[in-house]
């Protein structure tokens, strides 16, 4: 289980990105298509990581929603 922001992007794109996984960023121009893209990222991510021998890290974030 991964956490992940999503935001609309410039042009009428979707974005997500998985902090606990720098650089692990998506766009689709629907949010279905958006799920679809972010998962296969994080798959393809974590797998470069174990293929390459290096640790794969943890998600420990916090998420808050903030009334400003």
């Known amino acids: 289980m991964r956490q992940v922001l ?3 992007g410039e042009e009428g794109y ?4 998985c902090p606990s996984l720098p650089g ?3 766009q689709a ?4 298509e958006l799920l679809i ?9 974590v797998e ?4 390459d021998k290096l640790p794969v ?6 998420a ?3 009334a400003v």
């Open 6 to 8: 999503i935001h609309h």
């Open 14 to 17: 979707w974005i997500a990105e």
């Open 24 to 26: 692990c960023i998506t």
């Open 29 to 32: 121009t629907t949010k279905q």
């Open 37 to 45: 893209n972010i998962k296969e990222a994080i798959e393809v991510y």
């Open 48 to 51: 470069a990581l174990i293929e």
């Open 57 to 62: 890290p943890e998600d420990n974030l916090d």
């Open 64 to 66: 808050l929603l903030v």
